[in-house]
Nanobody, 129 residues
Framework: QVQLVESGGGLVQPGGSLRLSCAASGFTFSDYWMNWVRQAPGKGFEWVSAIHSGGEYTLYADSAEGRFTISRDNAKNTLYLTMSSLKPEDTAVYYC??????????????????????WGQGTQVTVSL
């Protein structure tokens, strides 16, 4: 069965950097778009970024553009999110999710569980002094 396991979260000071990883198994990783989605405390899910199956195309939410970089290593079945210039408002649980994002999601509508075929368990990122 599909498994997505995130890692790399933690506590970081404002302005700092962090790299998240998502190890995938149970499906042909190189055939699928992959995404990062986050959920801040007390809020709904927010789509952050997506990457095409081959890695040629990437998409970002306005909140991530210029600060976050999504990448993948298909040989290692691993998805990454490199985050820099982190802000307190980036504090959230970060999830990786499988499948091509809907245009509405990319445009900024709230994300639902059913928008993606599979989700990981999430990794906590806290940006604080």
């Amino acid at each position: 069965q599909v498994q997505l396991v995130e890692s790399g979260g933690g506590l970081v000071q404002p302005g700092g950097s962090l790299r998240l990883s998502c190890a995938a198994s149970g499906f042909t990783f190189s055939d699928y778009w992959m995404n990062w989605v986050r959920q801040a405390p007390g809020k709904g899910f927010e789509w952050v970024s997506a990457i095409h199956s081959g890695g040629e195309y990437t998409l970002y939410a306005d909140s991530a553009e210029g600060r976050f970089t999504i990448s993948r290593d298909n040989a290692k079945n691993t998805l990454y999110l490199t985050m820099s210039s982190l802000k307190p408002e980036d504090t959230a649980v970060y999830y990786c999710a499988k499948d091509e994002p809907f245009s509405g999601v990319v445009a900024g509508r709230p994300v639902e569980w059913t928008d993606f075929g599979s989700w990981g368990q999430g990794t906590q990122v806290t940006v604080s002094l």
